[in-house]
């Protein structure tokens, strides 16, 4: 079983940014495929970034637009996902996912096995 936490989120203004973090239980995080999907009310979940167990091999939405950053620590059994030049339509709940049976996921939900509850992340204008 795999446990994952999200943290980082809040309001904040457009323009301003935010670095989300995402703990992972097991001693086998570095085998894990992470990914990133956000949902906002009365819209479908919606993909924001992956990252390989290596950390090799990213992807991101269409909208992010070079504007986040995934990463992972796997000495700290941690992925990471910088957000800069936040938008209010970036406003969502953004949910870290785990696949331990994949080398990547990518932007296919029905990959991953686990998700983390949630974090909030709210952009006014």
């Known amino acids: 079983q795999v446990q994952l936490v999200e943290s980082g989120g809040g309001l904040v203004q457009a323009g301003a940014s935010l670095r989300l973090s995402c703990a992972a239980s097991g001693r086998t995080f570095s085998t894990y495929a992470m990914g990133w999907f956000r949902q906002a009310p009365g819209k479908e979940r919606e993909f924001v970034a992956a990252?390989?167990?290596?950390?090799?091999?990213?992807e991101y939405g269409n909208f992010v637009e070079g504007r986040f950053i995934i990463s992972r620590d796997n000495n700290k059994n941690t992925v990471y996902l910088q957000m800069n030049s936040l938008k209010p339509e970036d406003t969502a709940v953004y949910y870290c996912?785990?696949?331990?049976?994949?080398?990547?996921?990518?932007?296919?939900?029905?990959?991953?096995?686990?998700w983390g509850q949630g974090t909030q992340v709210t952009v006014s204008s």
């Open positions: 996912a785990a696949d331990p049976s994949r080398y990547y996921s990518g932007k296919y939900p029905t990959h991953y096995n686990y």
């Open positions: 990252i390989s167990r290596t950390g090799g091999t990213m």
